[in-house]
Each structure stands twice: as structure tokens, then as C-alpha cells.
């Protein structure tokens, strides 16, 4: 059976090009089409993922109509340049199934591939970045969690996801409902250390009218919106022990009645929780239920805390930076001694503090080079800083390049004020548009070597140099 592909339907050609790199970035395959052609072959959509089509196709509104009756049974994305959505006709619009604007980003791209799902399927995922998990790491510790959310992912057992504050433990329990069957139904988080006492109780299992004052109506629970789909309890440590007695009994049996009510409900949801607090010690304090902590425990997941993976830090910046949506112009960049400091620091409040700093930094010096005098102090003076482990330099190499090669998709060929290693970059450019000419002349040597200017057997050179 031949590979998935993409479709690709522009008459912009300098953005076709462009997206058809970032598709086979995302290691996906990608065939570039006429709106005609699938109407006179719809065969043509057979093993398509999706269909990405250009505004500049906005004016052929009778054959985009044929064109989503056709492909009724797979996603269609619109590729509108930044400030045009006034100018796309309503019929177009509704019959869409998403608009994405460009020149679009490597997490902007994934975010609407999670929108799509399970309509369309995950694509390979590179190794520095894994999606299925939503965490952004190349490190083993990452990858366990990775691999541990896909193997419990298609199971109703309970997962109590544990680690610090800001490590994503909500991020891991919304990847466990994005990738399990009841991805359809609703994930509904609630923060039980938030959310007082006295109120719990109606928040998760609701009330009936009049069962306490400022009662002016039924409401239903937490419960009853997760129906069929995920009840995510954060902060699962910090709940009463009253409460703990009524939620043990909830997972034993599926039933709860409403505050101030009779009636029984049966529930079908799929518990996940989290906690920062280490539960073993509140059992001995009597502070939480053993018999609640075995019902939650079932399938443990430990998210580890920022500083026991530094090396992911640099993939974390670019994927921060990239989630802020922010013009090229406007992105910040970093020194090699900016980062070393950044990757050696403790990071007490994990990835949250990084987010944040990252998003101060860019308010403070938009489009700048961040030096380690733009840090603040308290970065300079960590306690004990980490030790590196794995080589820096090459880290560091990986970072420059990465963060160039997102400039070079967004149309800015300007060198980074931080520098970069220019041999491995006009290596990834040159394998780019070698990947590129292959594709485009069907994997036909010379042809490709034609539309390179170069020899055939210099081709031949160049596919055995890069292993291609």
C-alpha cells in the first residue's frame, strides 16, 4: 500500500515550494495538484491524509464547492496569508475545515494537526520533538513519559501523574485523552486545590434547586460534563478528606447523587489526577485515604522536574518561541553563554518559570540577541549549578541551526546576531533541496540532477555523502 500524502492545490508558487518543504520536514509525503484534476479523478484522493489549498484559489468558488463534495471524507485546510481572512467568501469558510494562516510555524502545524484528529492521523514524529505526549524533549526521561502515555493511552485504567509544579502534568493527562478512544468526548479539568471546601462537593457531582442557599437551579458536576470522555482532578493531593470518602465510592461503584438530591446518576468517565505532594508522606500524616491513593495509583507517571533534563532546554526555547506566534522580526535569540546559563540554572519552577521568562524577555527586548546581562540575577546565582551532560557545543549547534532554519521558512535569509555553525546549516539546506528535486522529478536521478544544474554523477556524490 502506498504512503499517506498530503495534497497541495496553490497557485502561489513561492508558498508551494515553501509548504512543500514544511511538509517534508514533518517527513510526511506530499503531491502537488489541480482543483480539476481530483474533480475528473477523484480517485486522486485515494490514501490522503488531508488537503491544504491556497487563498489564491479564492475566485474558483463553483469548483472549491465540487471540490469539498468530492472530498467530504477528508480534512481541507486553508492556506490564507497573515491579515486576509476578511477577504475569504462565506461559502468558503464553511467549507473548510480549518483555516491556518502563513506563513505558518512547525507548532502552529502540529496544533492543527491535534484539531484534526482523529479525522486525520499523527505523522511520523522527529525525534527532538514528541508530540504524542505534548512534551518537548529528545531526553530519555522524556521519552519514558512518552512511551508510558502511549502504552496506557487505549485503556480505561485510573493514571495519577506525579511531579513538581509546572512540570505539564496537564499537558500529559490532555495527551492520555487525545490519544485514547474517548478523544470524541470531553476532557474536563478541575484544580481541587483551588476550588474551597464547602464547594467541591456541588462542582464535581453538581446540585439540585434549593439545595442550599444561592441554589436558584439544577446544575450539573464536573462528572456529568465528562460523560463518555476524561474528569482530569489537578491537584488531587490537596482534597478534604470528606471529600475523599465520597470520590472512593464514586470509583467503586460509577454512581453519585447530586448535592441536595436523590436520584442516582451512573457515570462512564475515565479518572486521571495529578499531584505535586508526595501522597505516601500524607497517608502516614493521615492527611490522604490508602484506600483512594491504591484506586488512583494504578498506572503511576512521573513527569521529571526541569533541572533533571537540561538538555531539553534549548528544544523547549524554540518551541516556546515558536508558540508565542510572534513575527520573525520579533523572535528573540540567544547567545551560547546566554544558554549555558539557562541550561545550568535550577529551575525551581520548571518549565512554567521558562515560559515565563521567555515571554518577559521578549516583551523586554523584542527581535533582540538575549546576553547573559539580560538574565536576571537570580539565574547568575544559582546555589548549585548543573553539571552538563553531553556535549554543549553540539547542542548548541542543533539550537543555531534549528532557529535559522525556521527564519529561512518564514522568508528571512538574515544571519543570527548569536552566530551559527554555517557548514551544518548549507548542509541542511543543501539535502533540503536535494529531497526537494528528487521529489519533484519522481525519484529520477538525472532529472534531478537537471534541475540542480549539476552533473549526474556529482548527484550520485552528494545522495551517498548525506546518506540519502
Given amino acids: 500500500m502506498p504512503a499517506p500524502r498530503i495534497i497541495l492545490i496553490d497557485n502561489d508558487k513561492a508558498r508551494l515550494q515553501h509548504f512543500s518543504s514544511v511538509i517534508q520536514f514533518l517527513e510526511y509525503k506530499s503531491i502537488v495538484l489541480e482543483i480539476e484534476d481530483i474533480i475528473r479523478e477523484v480517485s486522486l484522493l485515494d490514501n490522503t491524509l488531508a488537503i491544504f489549498i491556497g487563498d489564491s484559489l479564492v475566485d474558483k468558488v463553483k469548483p472549491l464547492k ?111 485523552h487525545n490519544e485514547s478512544p474517548r478523544r470524541d468526548k470531553p476532557f474536563v479539568p478541575v484544580n481541587c486545590g483551588a476550588i474551597p471546601a464547602d464547594l467541591l462537593e456541588s462542582e464535581l457531582f453538581g446540585h439540585e434547586k434549593g439545595a442550599f442557599t444561592g441554589a436558584l437551579g439544577t446544575r450539573k458536576g464536573r462528572f456529568e460534563m465528562a460523560e463518555g470522555g476524561t474528569l482530569f482532578l489537578d491537584e488531587i493531593g490537596d482534597m ?124 523586554i527586548k523584542p527581535g533582540g540577541l538575549i546576553e547573559v546581562q539580560d538574565l536576571p540575577k537570580k539565574l547568575n546565582q544559582s546555589v548549585r549549578p548543573l553539571e552538563l551532560s553531553g556535549d554543549f557545543d553540539a547542542l548548541l549547534s542543533r539550537y543555531a541551526e534549528s532557529m535559522v532554519g525556521d527564519e529561512v521558512r518564514e522568508y528571512n535569509l538574515q544571519l543570527l546576531e548569536s552566530g551559527i555553525v554555517l557548514k551544518d546549516y548549507l548542509a541542511a539546506v543543501e539535502v533540503s533541496l536535494i529531497k526537494q528535486a528528487l521529489e519533484s522529478s519522481n525519484g529520477v536521478v538525472a532529472h534531478a540532477a537537471k534541475k540542480l544544474n549539476m552533473r549526474r554523477t556529482t548527484l550520485v556524490e552528494k545522495l551517498k555523502k548525506f546518506n540519502l
Fill in 66 to 176: 465540487k471540490l469539498f463534495k468530492v472530498s467530504s471524507h477528508i480534512p481541507v485546510i486553508l492556506l490564507i496569508n497573515k491579515g486576509n481572512s476578511s477577504s475569504i467568501p462565506a461559502v468558503l469558510q464553511q467549507g473548510v475545515t480549518l483555516i491556518q494562516e502563513w506563513p505558518v510555524t512547525y507548532t502552529e502545524l502540529m496544533d492543527s494537526f491535534q484539531l484534526l484528529q482523529p479525522r486525520i492521523q499523527a505523522p511520523l514524529v522527529r525525534n527532538d520533538l514528541k508530540l504524542n505526549c505534548a512534551l518537548s524533549g529528545d531526553s530519555p526521561m522524556i521519552k519514558e513519559v512518552c512511551s508510558l502515555v502511549s502504552q496506557v493511552a487505549q485503556s480505561d485504567a485510573t493514571v495519577l501523574i506525579l511531579g513538581e509544579s509546572g512540570t505539564g502534568k496537564e499537558l500529559v493527562a490532555r495527551a492520555l
Fill in 240 to 363: 478534604p478528606l470528606a471529600m475523599q470518602v465520597k470520590l472512593l465510592r464514586v470509583l467503586q461503584e460509577r454512581t453519585f447523587e447530586r448535592v441536595g438530591g436523590m436520584e442516582t446518576v451512573h457515570c462512564n468517565v475515565r479518572i486521571v489526577s495529578a499531584t505535586h505532594r508526595d501522597i505516601e508522606a500524607a497517608i502516614d500524616k493521615d492527611l490522604f485515604r490508602q484506600d483512594l491513593f491504591y484506586r488512583l495509583n494504578v498506572f503511576p507517571i512521573e513527569v521529571p522536574a526541569l533541572r533533571e533534563h537540561p538538555q531539553d532546554i534549548l528544544i523547549l526555547i524554540q518551541d516556546l518561541i515558536a508558540r508565542q506566534k510572534l513575527a520573525v522580526e520579533k523572535r528573540i535569540h540567544f547567545s551560547a553563554e546566554a544558554l549555558k546559563v539557562l541550561m545550568t540554572y535550577q529551575w525551581p519552577g520548571n518549565v512554567r518559570e521558562l515560559a515565563n521568562l521567555i515571554e518577559r524577555l521578549t516583551i
